[in-house]
């Protein structure tokens, strides 16, 4: 199984930025689609955004369209969710996953087979 390996997050004022990022311990069809969902105290797990990483296709979240960016560095197996604008809405745990190819399409938790640690979001007013 594909270890994943969140960094990043924190707390942050309202307008801030913060960079999360998930290194994979290897390249398989198990980590085609990497991203991140989040979860906030009593919410469902929400998928955030997502990347198809074969040939680089992006997708979000229409709640974060606009201030997240998802990208990677294939040299280092590693995918990164750069964080712009944030607003307390955005508070959560996030987890970094991945899946094979397929689960990029509707990007639902039940698809995904590796996850990361989990790493807290708080952004305050």
């Known amino acids: 199984q594909v270890q994943l390996v969140e960094s990043g997050g924190g707390s942050v004022q309202a307008g801030g930025s913060l960079r999360l990022s998930c290194a994979a311990s290897?390249?398989?069809?198990?980590?085609?689609?990497m991203g991140w969902f989040r979860q906030a105290p009593g919410k469902e797990r929400e998928g955030v955004a997502r990347i198809y990483r074969i040939v680089g296709s992006t997708y979000y979240a229409d709640s974060v369209k606009g201030r997240f960016t998802i990208s990677q560095d294939n040299a280092k197996n590693t995918v990164y969710l750069q964080m712009n604008s944030l607003n307390p809405e955005d508070t959560a745990m996030y987890y970094c996953?991945?899946?094979?190819?397929?689960?990029?399409?509707?990007?639902?938790?039940?698809?995904?087979?590796?996850w990361g640690q989990g790493t807290q979001v708080t952004v305050s007013s």
């Open positions: 996953a991945a899946g094979p190819a397929r689960s990029c399409v509707r990007w639902n938790p039940t698809e995904i087979g590796s």
């Open positions: 290897g390249y398989t069809y198990s980590t085609h689609c």
